[in-house]
């Protein structure tokens, strides 16, 4: 759904720009109440995660392909504000090393890949744990629902900026039928993928997810060599989710899985055009798209110039993709937790 440049108009970009900026610098504000000295380096390692997930592009119809977008992930694993953070953090990345996303359509693409999915994303998954029973697969089932909707979403987010400010006559019907229906598709592919990271996180670490905050376990007592849980009427009736790693290993074991599904399974992900790519295509929408800013960039189209092997071009761009947005988002966070006023406790250990 990275949207190119000439694809909007120059007024409506520049609208959309005005609102990226003043959801970041609310973003940053917000921030500083979600993150600590524990879940900041989390928040750096989601944004290189994400990076290195995006490149993954899987088949979702024929000749069609989608990736994760990212915002329902970040905001449950590291709060609303900062997953807004997360997912510009890589977009900018995209848009000035890899030529990926127009650098004009920057705030056409905040708008529609951090904002509007964070926000919906993340008020469905309230909503959901709020009904469930509170455990673990319950904010598992709840990340799956909000990730599954917040895709289609987005979808209708870009139609709608379109329709005020598309640079073709293409029929608006026709426009929000093909992206909402290819990016349901996609939905699918955006649940599993957050689905099984939220768990496989909270398996480890339940107290550094942001979403997983308050989640508690019935206490257990050891009666003839066997553990039952502790009576209902009992006084401690539940504790905390015990943490089953360091965040040391939680941190190096993400960012391994980055490198390795960056610099290497990314070879084998799907080469079909993704979803906005196809339907722009099929629909016309992509008739006055403009040659990118960052074209000439050694690492354009996700590949490192003069480097003739296509795996290890492919390969290579992903690794330095991985490093330089763990780097920027880990800068980012740092800074965002150093400025935190004294006055403000950390949402995140609030029910430690």
Not at 133 to 153: D, E, I, K, N, Y
Request: charged share 15%; hydrophobic share 50%; net charge positive.
């Amino acid at each position: 759904m990275h949207v190119p440049d000439g694809f909007i108009n120059a007024p409506a970009s520049a609208a959309t720009g005005v609102v990226a900026a003043a959801a970041v610098a609310v973003s940053l504000r917000g921030a500083r109440r979600e993150l600590d000295e524990r879940t900041a380096p989390l928040a750096g390692l989601v944004a290189a995660f994400i990076f290195a997930v995006q490149m993954l592009n899987f088949p979702v119809a024929a000749g069609t392909s989608g990736h994760l977008l990212g915002g329902a992930l970040a905001a449950i694993l590291v709060g609303p504000c900062t997953g807004v953070l997360c997912v510009s953090v890589v977009l900018l990345m995209q848009g000035i090393l890899f030529a990926d996303g127009g650098l004009t359509a920057l705030g056409v693409n905040i708008t529609d890949m951090a904002i509007v999915t964070t926000i919906v994303s993340y008020a469905v998954f309230r909503l959901l744990v709020k009904v469930l029973p509170r455990g673990r697969r319950s904010v598992t089932v709840a990340s799956f629902a909000a990730a599954l909707l917040s895709v289609p979403a987005a979808a209708v987010a870009f139609t709608l900026i379109y329709a005020v400010g598309g640079t073709t006559d293409v029929s608006l019907g026709k426009v929000a039928t093909a992206m909402i229906g290819v990016h349901v598709l996609i939905g699918l592919g955006e649940a599993v993928i957050t689905a099984l990271t939220v768990g496989a996180v909270i398996a480890v670490r339940p107290d550094l997810v942001h979403g997983a905050r308050g989640l508690r376990q019935r206490l257990k007592l050891r009666v003839n060599g066997a553990l039952v849980d502790v009576p209902a009427s009992d006084g401690a009736r539940t504790a905390p989710v015990a943490a089953r790693t360091s965040r040391r290993a939680l941190w190096i074991t993400g960012l391994a899985t980055s490198l390795v599904l960056a610099g290497f399974v990314s070879f084998y992900a799907s080469s079909s055009p993704d979803g906005l790519e196809k339907v722009a295509h099929d629909k016309g929408i992509d008739k006055k798209a403009q040659r990118h800013s960052s074209a000439d960039s050694p690492l354009a189209d996700y590949g490192v110039r003069d480097v003739e092997d296509a795996r290890l071009s492919g390969g290579l761009a992903g690794v330095i993709g991985v490093g330089v947005t763990a780097v920027a988002g880990s800068a980012v966070f740092w800074v965002v937790r150093r400025r935190r006023t004294p006055d403000v406790s950390p949402t995140s250990t609030s029910a430690v």
